[in-house]
């Protein structure tokens, strides 16, 4: 897995690479809050790259989101692929957390 933070119009972007499981789900979450930690709540994750997540994977995001939620922000996910999809839809995710088709759509959300 790789994650990459770009930051555009006060929103913070996580764009995720490749797969998040056991093995690399602390390493999402770490780099998530650590930019919770630094003040950003408006946040977006890419999955257009993501190609697998397991319930670690979703473990990280259901974290973050909690904690942008208390401090006034959301984590939205933007270009969910159709596996992944699948996944969040199962697991009842989709319904916690707004999905958008792209990143400019997911961003622009917060105006």
Not at 83 to 91: A, E, K, M, N
């Amino acid at each position: 897995m790789e994650v990459t933070v770009n930051t555009t119009d006060q929103v913070t972007v996580f764009v995720i690479r490749g797969s998040v499981d056991g093995l690399t789900a602390e390493r999402l979450l770490a780099v998530m809050d650590e930019q919770v930690n630094g003040g950003a709540t408006r946040l977006v994750a890419d999955f257009s790259a993501l190609e697998y997540t397991s319930s670690a994977g979703l473990r990280a995001l259901l974290s973050t989101v909690k904690r942008a939620r208390s401090l006034g922000g959301d984590l939205r996910l933007a270009a969910v692929r159709p596996q992944v999809l699948r996944v969040l839809d199962l697991s009842g995710f989709t319904s916690i957390l707004k999905l958008y088709d792209d990143v400019p759509a997911a961003v622009s959300s917060y105006a």
